[in-house]
Nanobody
């Protein structure tokens, strides 16, 4: 079972920045896609951003130009994905979940980290 450990959430003012991190207990060579989803209060979980093994990134429209996803590329026993969030808005308030899709073994979710954007 893959373990995902997230960090970096918190409270930030509108216009501020946060960086989320997620470390998976498997090497990067076993991972097809790493990504972030988010779930706002009273809403369904939605896709936010992803990066695949070729470094190709995808973003949901509402975060384009404000969020940047990246990952460590060095081969090691663990793999880390980051989500740099800038120009944060109150509507970005949500629990952010890390997601990892392996070539073999399917997908795994992190426990979630709360991001609150409020003045």
């Amino acid at each position: 079972q893959v373990q995902l450990v997230e960090s970096g959430g918190g409270l930030v003012h509108p216009g501020g920045s946060l960086r989320l991190s997620c470390t998976a207990s498997i090497s990067i060579s076993n991972i097809a896609i790493m990504g972030w989803y988010r779930q706002a209060p009273g809403k369904e979980r939605e896709f936010a951003a992803s990066i695949n093994s070729l470094g190709i990134t995808k973003y949901t429209e509402s975060v384009k130009g404000r969020f940047t996803i990246s990952r460590d590329s060095a081969e090691s026993a663990e793999s880390t994905v980051y989500l740099q969030m800038s120009s944060l808005k109150p509507e970005d308030t949500a629990v952010y979940y890390c997601y990892v899709l392996r070539y073999v073994g399917g997908g795994s979710w992190g426990q979630g980290t709360q991001v609150t954007v409020s003045s």
